[in-house]
């Protein structure tokens, strides 16, 4: 079933046919069934009042010109706008909370890389914790920082969709909002539209420690879509490796499943480690879930140690994990956990992202 028209209107040139091979593949990459139709004639642009090419037409809506900017970054606008109209399809959608810092930039780079391998687009988000100055008894609300924040956050945005030529069809599509409001709260509010929400970690041993840190605290607790937390200075390189960090059948029998998906959407291999104590059955064995049970591809090992943290790191190391996977699934529990000294200590003092799954 046709999901939409798209006219676009154009005399025959090498750039009608780039922005037509765009359109085409990007919708493919959406899975988006839309008709793409073209009127090439120039007496019938001329009676459709056509006045300048090449243009195009959503549906019924009012015929739209391409921008006099850079060719690849008009396509670009062509192609945002029409995934934008349809909520870009079946495309993963990943929120990455910006903060202006060097570790929300760091994080923002990794999730480019990542949505590039996911075919996934991305939405930056900054919320905006308004100040207030009292003047001769009245509250006052600081408007001018608001519309600062919004700018830079444009610019932001605009130099990410720069440049597309080359990589017209492959480089993820940036948005961008500044809300006012509470950040955990907001974040947790908007991600429930979104696949995956992405948080950049800030300083060394800082992680969730300070504001926006604090923040990554209560998206990662309180979150229902899964949240990647990418430590201070990880530089983004291929994962070619996913590490499940198994700890509870009953959590395991829906997590793992998402976790093998994930490195079949990256291509990557995947591993599953237990750390179990020292005082355990050394003829432990692991039940994996009864759907991936019989798979060949996946490595399983079981490993006894006191610092399950340390152990785990170790693994992941040992293994060139390219990232952490963890589970849980009662928010009461996570919470707890989330404080031990074990979880501190890996998120901390890993160099590997961690993904957490909320069940």
């Not at 590039?116 to 001018?144: C, K, R």
């Not at 979104?194 to 604090?214: H, R, T, V």
Request: hydrophobic share 45%.
């Amino acid at each position: 079933m046709r999901e939409g028209v798209i006219t676009v209107y154009g005399v025959d040139s090498p750039k009608m046919q780039v922005l037509k091979q765009v359109l085409g593949d990007c919708l493919k990459r959406a899975q988006l069934e839309i008709l793409i139709t073209e009127v090439t004639e120039v007496e019938e642009l001329i009676r459709r009042r056509i006045h300048k090419v090449p243009s195009f037409q959503w549906n019924d809506e009012p015929v739209q010109e391409m921008g006099v900017e850079k060719f690849s970054v008009a396509i670009r606008k062509v192609v945002q706008t029409i995934l934008k109209k349809n909520n870009y399809g079946h495309m993963k959608k990943i929120l990455v909370p910006y903060d202006f810092s060097a570790a929300a930039s760091n994080a923002f780079s990794y999730a480019q890389n990542l949505a590039d391998s996911l075919q996934a687009m991305i939405y930056v988000v900054h919320v905006f914790t308004p100040s207030f100055t009292e003047i001769d008894g009245a509250v006052i609300e600081d408007e001018a920082a608001l519309e600062v924040k919004k700018k830079a956050l444009k610019e932001f945005v605009d130099a990410a969709n720069q440049d597309w030529i080359g990589e017209i069809v492959s480089a993820p599509l940036v948005e961008g909002e500044v809300i006012e409001g509470f950040p955990a709260e907001k974040i947790i509010e908007l991600g429930r539209e979104y696949d995956m929400i992405l948080l950049g970690a800030q300083g060394e041993n800082q992680l969730l420690k300070n504001i926006f840190g604090s923040v990554a605290t209560e998206v990662a607790k309180n979150a229902s879509v899964p949240v990647m937390i990418i430590p201070s200075g990880s530089q983004y390189r291929k994962i070619q490796r996913v590490v499940y960090a198994a700890a509870d059948h009953e959590i395991d029998e829906v997590s793992m499943p998402k976790a093998m998906d994930l490195s079949k959407q990256l291509h990557a291999a995947m591993s599953v480690v237990h750390i179990a104590p020292p005082t355990a059955d050394m003829n432990l064995k692991l039940n994996l879930p009864s759907s991936i049970a019989d798979s060949a591809d996946i490595a399983v090992e079981i490993i006894h140690a006191g610092d399950t943290a340390a152990a785990l790191t170790e693994y992941a190391k040992t293994t060139r994990g390219d990232l952490l996977v963890l589970a849980t699934k009662e928010r009461s529990f996570w919470s707890s956990l989330f404080h031990t000294s074990m979880t501190k200590k890996l998120v901390q003092e890993s160099d590997t992202p961690v993904l957490i799954y909320h069940l």
